[in-house]
């Protein structure tokens, strides 16, 4: 006798991940005019942050230790061809939120009220890290080139700098709360109400039917 196929409703959802151009793309829509190094250092800190918050390697991306900071050769040679678009998970409301917390926070502040940014604070910030400096002192970076980061070094580097944050002696972003996790799911369910509101208004009887 053969089992009955699984029920697809007792299937766990699928983890989000995310593409190094997708976030690249998200940084350059929230700093019109970034310029390529600073993108590139937040897709390494959004990386970074992602994995120690959800436990899993969530970005899909691999850094080298280049002589200007960790860098993502893909995402380097594409990002030219990557446009600005802000970052849509109607899905998983809380990824948004933690992508934007660690972009916001490597910008410097609020939309709105935070300073230019200065490619070289987020550089230093970057080579900073044990996992840059662990990698260089294997082998000297070069402009565009350089020894590998290893993702069990990325995972071990940024869960002591979680730890250095919460003791307050370094500086990083903060993760969203349930709070965020509510409000951002308050307006995605308001704006799907006012879509499907429109929708209907524009699909329904025209007035002049009878």
Do not use: C
């Not at 699984?6 to 019109?32: C, G, I």
């Not at 992602?50 to 230790?65: I, K, M, P, S, T």
């Amino acid at each position: 006798m053969t089992s009955p196929p699984p029920d697809p409703s007792d299937q766990p959802a699928p983890l989000t991940t995310l593409t190094s151009d997708q976030v690249v793309a998200h940084a350059r829509f929230s700093e019109p005019g970034i310029d390529k190094s600073s993108a590139l250092m937040l897709l390494f800190f959004v990386t970074g942050w992602l994995e120690e918050w959800n436990g899993r390697r969530v970005v899909d991306a691999g850094f080298e230790a280049w002589q200007h900071g960790p860098t993502d050769p893909a995402a380097h040679a594409r990002f030219a061809e990557t446009l600005p678009k802000r970052l849509r998970l109607p899905d998983d409301q809380m990824l948004e939120l933690q992508v934007e917390s660690v972009v916001t926070w490597g910008l410097g502040g609020k939309p709105g009220q935070r300073k230019p940014v200065h490619s070289s604070a987020l550089i230093s910030a970057a080579k900073a890290t044990r996992a840059y400096q662990e990698a260089a002192g294997t082998e000297k970076p070069a402009f565009a080139s350089g020894p590998e980061l290893p993702a069990d070094r990325m995972t071990d580097a940024f869960h002591a700098l979680a730890e250095a944050v919460a003791a307050g002696a370094a500086d990083g972003p903060s993760q969203p709360g349930e709070e965020e996790r509510a409000e951002a799911d308050r307006q995605a369910e308001a704006k799907r109400l006012r879509a499907q509101l429109a929708e209907r208004f524009d699909t329904g009887p025209g007035l002049t039917e009878v």
